[in-house]
């Protein structure tokens, strides 16, 4: 093994002839180190650990944790270390007690028998909590970085400790110190190392504690050559941070290839994450992103940054193929969530993935993932069907289900032909059903038969205990097969008498409306939705008061319920949003709502804007007041879908208006793999629809 550390004072003007004094490698005793009291020196008892607090409250237990670290009894360190990691850098996330742990997690770092590596990689986790300033020593994190700066020197002979975790666990908490303060104990210039993960994690700490040394660029190219594929992603992840955007397609490639041979090195957001180096351009983050800090750098995160070559990337990763092409896939998806107009390059990734992949984690999910990048699509390429079509005879109905749905987004000619084998099969619902019926419409009546035999059999059987009923899956795509889902009318009159699946036989008899009197068996279809405005839930009874005005044209219940929503003391965003759907029948309460247009809170005033303008049928001044809102937050976008049902588009807003249709990253977060359409684009639509309305 070659490892050494420059021993000494730091000198700029030396030349490369000059670096490379070394530090033989550690061959001392721990007890030698420090002599027989691993803690001597320091007063683990001086800290006021009562007073401070980590994930569990009083940090007064943290004194035995630490000492148990160096325990003689194996079973109690791991425990120890298990309870710290938890304690105080509980998922990401450093207390009070984090900083003054640091001494004496250090001295354990050096004489700990064993899981010295885990103790390095607490250390520096704790030097980077998730979003907040790593360099400001008033944050959290920030303090712990300021005491692994006074240990570090103590800490430098490990840069030669046999075990390659510990070296690099030193070498990440260099990495976390200012400049001077590592050129005193050792010079990295000089550090070399037979492991190559060894060796990647040096080149990061080198770019960041010598970002001047005339060598470092020479170094970096020498570097994307070099045989360990680490090295060569750290070179590459370090020139493409300092040479900014547009990245080089050639360094991209090196990337690429190295995330194929050994994965992504530095996955982000956890503790692996680096700060950003101190001469890189691409310091400011886009605004909307949570990452490991404010200033991370990791592999996946840095690429995405220029989004067509991280998709150039994310291609090159999966189709090599490796067990680390799955890293392709979640470089794509990353570009899906923080990029717009990307969704043919990403469905491609995906369906690459999905066709040659030899062992696919969580199939369904990107075959939801591929659905909604098709749902933006105008013509598909055949070849993402052809990736689909094997995955929709799956005998996992969840599977089967989501490549249904993928098929009916991209239009594929056989879709209605498998849907109605898989509802047949008992294996089409949830997502990949709404998509057939949402896509196909009318054309998709074909499946009825198969929709009623299920209603017939299911409403007859108890729901599944603490899940979804799988029969609102059904009812809830009806009204979207047209005419002939009117047969169904009797179904969800009986699923109101049964007192199953009301809420949703409610919703689809609401969008039948008064249609629904006239289908066959339907003679009773008012008194039964008056009784379930009586007899149900809250929410029940909300959306039986609105069925009966929608289908009956009846709002007696609507108005009794709005009396006793309006007698509540408390009104909160939840009941004004009820008396809003309630419409006209909440009229006597809407001097109630006005005041909270006048609210400083964006929901609290959309809200009110919202429910005033359905109660009232009045404009103004609700038109106004979401104009003051619409924004790049979520109550913006619901401000912008309210003024676009209002068909208006009042001056003031127009800019904000613009940015929301025209920004080239995503605004709106999108949590639900559904295979519909990102939550951004359906905002972005919204945005673009009410431009529409402004003169020409």
């Not at 770092?109 to 704790?126: E, H, N, S």
């Not at 075990?163 to 690099?168: C, E, H, N, S």
């Not at 249709?661 to 295979?675: I, S, T």
Request: some cysteine; overall charge negative.
């Amino acid at each position: 093994m070659i490892c050494s550390a420059r021993v000494g004072r730091f000198d700029a003007s030396m030349d490369d002839s000059q670096v490379g004094v070394t530090l033989p490698c550690l061959d001392m005793s721990v007890s030698e180190m420090v002599g027989p009291d691993p803690f001597a020196g320091l007063d683990l008892e001086a800290v006021g650990w009562a007073g401070l607090t980590h994930a569990y409250g009083s940090a007064s237990d943290v004194p035995a944790l630490i000492r148990s670290l160096v325990a003689p009894d194996a079973d109690e360190r791991s425990k120890a270390l298990q309870g710290l990691f938890s304690a105080i850098y509980h998922q990401g996330t450093v207390y009070r007690a984090s900083a003054p742990a640091v001494p004496f997690l250090a001295r354990a770092l050096i004489t700990a028998p064993d899981q010295r590596a885990l103790i390095g990689q607490l250390i520096a986790g704790m030097s980077r909590q998730y979003g907040e300033d790593w360099s400001d020593p008033s944050t959290l994190s920030g303090a712990v970085r300021a005491q692994v700066a006074a240990v570090v020197g103590e800490l430098a002979p490990l840069l030669a400790d046999p075990d390659p975790g510990i070296r690099q666990a030193m070498l990440r908490l260099i990495a976390v110190c200012p400049s001077p303060v590592v050129r005193e104990p050792c010079d990295l210039r000089g550090f070399d190392d037979e492991d190559g993960h060894v060796r990647a994690d040096a080149l990061l700490a080198l770019a960041r504690v010598e970002p001047d040394w005339p060598r470092l660029r020479p170094r970096l190219e020498e570097s994307l050559h070099d045989d360990s594929p680490a090295v060569r992603q750290a070179a590459a992840l370090i020139v493409l941070s300092l040479d900014g955007l547009p990245f080089s397609q050639a360094t991209t490639t090196v990337l690429a290839d190295s995330i194929s041979a050994v994965g992504d090195l530095w996955a982000e957001p956890h503790d692996e994450s680096w700060d950003r180096l101190p001469r890189s351009p691409l310091r400011d983050p886009p605004e909307d992103r949570v990452g490991a800090g404010r200033d991370s750098l990791g592999v996946l995160t840095t690429l995405t940054l220029d989004p067509d070559a991280a998709l150039e990337a994310a291609a090159r990763i999966v189709a090599a193929p490796t067990r680390h092409a799955v890293q392709g896939v979640h470089l794509a998806e990353q570009v899906y969530d923080y990029w717009r107009d990307r969704d043919e390059a990403v469905a491609a990734v995906l369906a690459t993935y999905l066709a040659i992949a030899a062992d696919i984690t969580y199939p369904s999910v990107r075959l939801c993932e591929l659905a909604g990048c098709a749902s933006r699509i105008e013509a598909p390429d055949p070849g993402l069907a052809t990736a689909v079509l094997p995955w929709a005879e799956h005998g996992d109905g969840k599977i089967a289900s989501a490549a249904v749905g993928a098929l009916a987004r991209l239009r594929h000619e056989r879709c209605l032909e498998l849907a109605e084998s898989a509802l047949a099969r008992r294996m089409l619902g949830g997502s990949g059903l709404l998509a057939v019926c949402e896509v196909y419409s009318e054309q998709a009546a074909t499946l009825l038969p198969h929709l009623r035999q299920q209603l017939t059999e299911q409403s007859t059987q108890p729901p599944p205990p603490g899940t979804g009923d799988p029969l609102a899956e059904v009812v809830q795509v009806l009204p979207l097969l047209g005419a002939g889902a009117l047969s169904t009318v009797p179904d969800l009159l009986g699923l109101l008498q049964a007192g199953r699946c009301v809420r949703s036989a409610l919703q689809a008899l609401t969008r039948f409306g008064p249609a629904a009197l006239a289908a066959p068996g339907s003679r009773d279809a008012a008194v039964l939705i008056e009784g379930a405005s009586a007899a149900g839930s809250a929410p029940d009874r909300l959306f039986a008061a609105v069925a009966l005005r929608e289908v009956a044209g009846d709002d007696s219940c609507a108005r009794r319920l709005a009396a006793e929503l309006a007698s509540r003391p408390d009104w909160g965003n939840h009941t004004v949003a009820q008396l809003g759907l309630l419409g006209p029948a909440a009229a006597a309460y809407a001097p109630r709502i006005a005041p909270g247009l006048d609210s400083a809170g964006p929901w609290t005033a959309v809200r009110a804007a919202e429910a005033y303008w359905k109660i009232t049928g009045q404009t103004e001044p609700c038109a106004d007041v979401l104009a003051r809102h619409v924004s790049a937050k979520p109550p913006g976008f619901t401000a912008v879908a309210t003024l676009l049902a209002m068909s208006r588009l009042p001056a003031q807003c127009l800019p904000m208006v613009r940015h929301l249709a025209d920004a080239p990253r995503r605004l709106a977060f999108d949590g639900f793999q559904n295979g519909a359409a990102h939550a951004d684009d359906v905002m972005r639509d919204n945005a673009r629809a009410l431009l529409r309305l402004q003169p020409t």
